[in-house]
């Protein structure tokens, strides 16, 4: 089965500072990767994904991610956060190919920006 | 216009109680979940249920039970509920065939019990 790792459970910035979140599974085949924002209060909703092709994705609101096949990794970057950025993060995958629809979740990780 | 809803957005009940929350997508996808998130933001997939398949999370009680009247609806009914059942329930959909099975939430169903 696949896993999900977010190594930085809390990260506190101040705006204008660059974020970089670390995101790495543990799967042997080829994986659609995913990035969920959850504002407070609010849902979660997609923020970039990767299926194939390009490995560095951009997604809404200035966000950009980078697959690192060599590394299972796929962190998630911003060069200057901003205060409406405070939002919990999850990385997901869920394998290419096989029929599989159970997505695998990260844990998380709280990211606060002060003005 | 909303795309997964449920209802309803808030519940309290007292333990011992059975309650169900609904959730329904308008976006014409095969696939529909349940997540259970806890306070610490943890989100575990609690089910799972494509074409008439149901995929459950073995370390899901049974009192909690899915139902799925067709492919645009899954409820989710609890029984005898517990303290520890606490937590904000969301629905989601998906398209197997598509976009990589992104996940389309719903609101969320803030579930307390006293």
């Known amino acids: 089965a696949q896993s999900v790792s977010q190594h930085n459970h809390h990260v506190i910035l101040s705006e204008a500072a660059s974020l970089e979140l670390g995101c790495n599974y543990s799967?042997?085949?080829?994986?659609?990767l995913f990035w969920y924002v959850q504002y407070p209060g609010q849902h979660l909703q997609l923020l970039l994904k990767y299926f194939s092709g390009d490995p560095l994705v951009k997604g809404i609101k200035g966000f950009e991610a980078e697959f690192i096949k060599s590394k299972f990794s796929f962190n998630l970057r911003k060069p200057s956060v901003q205060w409406s950025d405070t939002a919990e993060y999850f990385c997901?995958?869920?394998?290419?190919?096989?029929?599989?629809?159970?997505?695998?979740f990260g844990r998380g990780t709280s990211l606060i920006v002060h003005p | 216009d909303t795309a997964v809803s449920q209802t309803p957005k808030y519940l309290v009940t007292q333990m011992g109680n059975d309650k169900s929350i609904k959730c329904e997508q308008n976006l014409g996808h095969d696939t529909m979940y349940w997540y259970k998130q806890d306070s610490k933001k943890f989100l575990k997939i609690m089910f799972s249920?494509?074409?008439?398949?149901?995929?459950i999370n073995e370390t899901v009680p049974n009192r909690f039970s899915p139902k799925s009247p067709d492919k645009a609806h899954l409820n989710l009914h609890i029984n005898s509920l517990e303290l520890g059942d606490s937590a904000v329930y969301f629905c989601?959909?998906?398209?197997?065939?598509?976009?990589?099975?992104?996940?389309?939430f719903g609101p969320g169903t803030r579930l307390t019990v006293l």
């Open positions: 997901a995958v869920n394998p290419h190919s096989g029929g599989s629809y159970i997505p695998t």
């Open positions: 799967y042997g085949g080829t994986v659609n």
């Open positions: 249920y494509n074409n008439k398949e149901l995929i």
């Open positions: 989601a959909s998906s398209l197997i065939s598509g976009r990589g099975n992104e996940q389309f």
